[in-house]
């Protein structure tokens, strides 16, 4: 069942990323993640699992998080940075135990970079491939 559930979820977020600017209001944080492309498919349960992030949380293996706050970082007078920063604070379980999460985001392209405690680290967005036309399979 997780299975399916897992590939539903895949498909959708790539049904979302096909259809472009037309979901403007979308966050462009929103969506699958992953540092490398071939962990994509990963199952949520395994380790590798890419993070599944919708606009009220993420989840990725072990690690569930709700947002508390989303808001845009402070620029200087007249800066205009090429990915906006957002200042996340998230409470999350980690096997069970609660904590809470500050972190910085940044969207850049299909690049997630997450600034936290720990250093910052940077994902890659997930696009599931679209079969070729005439496969019976699009």
Sequence with gaps: MASQTWTALLIAAAALALTGPTLAAEPAYVGVWSKR???CSTKPDKPGAPMVVTATGFDQHDL???????EPVPTAAGASPAAPELSVLANCEWKSNATKMEMTWSVSGETLSITDKGGITQLKKCVM??????????
Excluded: A, L, Q, W
């Design 64 to 70: 569930h998080c709700s947002f508390e706050k989303i």
């Design 37 to 39: 492309m071939e962990h």
């Design 129 to 138: 491939p679209v079969p070729p036309p005439g496969t019976g399979k699009n």
